[in-house]
């Protein structure tokens, strides 16, 4: 039988380029919890860890959660130009740190950052074509619970971020994506920002950051 001559040369030239996702949303919504658990499946991300003055809770360890220094360093890290961008969060100063987004990127690897909403919309304007993803939690009373759970919060600063909750709500049309993040449902949530990388890697018109 005689072989066509079929050239099995792909058609299509596809390079997608790596992301850039930018994990936000109310304090309590469960940020950390969804970190955490696509670090022990080992999901292939680099994790950006977020620089503070916050002191550090019991539970949490130093460049893990977040890389904690005194407000001085932090200060420094302001005038070299080391932070992508900084705020002032309930009285603490957050930042995110430059190079480790710039080397990930650089290494063709998908990257995400844990960051508040006032921070990503600072973000937004440094790198508007970075994948903005906003977690919630079903309702308000839920944020609530999942607050005092934590207990570590005083009753002032609950208060505070329970009534910040909804400036936080109002910034929702600045995120590509909304994921809900129902209580006992975080495999849920998994599968959700596993659906939205794959969407973003289907996309024709790759999205491009210059830092």
């Avoid at 390079?15 to 850039?20: A, G, M, S």
């Avoid at 893990?64 to 302001?78: A, G, L, T």
């Amino acid at each position: 039988m005689k072989k066509s001559g079929y050239n099995s040369e792909c058609l299509l030239d596809i390079d997608p380029k790596p992301l850039l996702l930018v994990l936000s949303g109310p304090s309590g919504a469960g940020k950390d919890a969804v970190l955490a658990q696509l670090k022990e499946i080992r999901f292939p991300l680099e994790f950006i860890v977020t620089t503070t003055t916050r002191p550090r809770r019991c539970s949490e360890t130093d460049g893990i959660e977040y890389r904690f220094v005194s407000e001085e360093d932090f200060r420094k890290m302001i005038e070299t130009n080391e932070l992508l961008e900084w705020a002032n969060v309930y009285g603490n100063l957050y930042g995110v740190p430059r190079q480790p987004v710039k080397q990930a990127l650089a290494e063709g690897k998908d990257a995400i950052l844990k960051i508040d909403t006032q921070g990503a919309a600072t973000i937004k304007k440094i790198l508007p074509k970075a994948v903005f993803i906003f977690l919630t939690p079903l309702s308000k009373e839920d944020l609530a619970d999942r607050l005092r759970v934590r207990n570590s919060e005083s009753v002032s600063d609950l208060e505070l971020r329970l009534k910040t909750v909804e400036e936080e709500m109002k910034q929702l049309p600045m995120f590509d994506y909304v994921v809900v993040n129902e209580h006992g449902q975080i495999d849920r949530v998994i599968s959700d920002i596993k659906a939205i990388i794959t969407t973003e890697k289907l996309r024709v018109t790759s999205r491009e950051y210059y830092l």
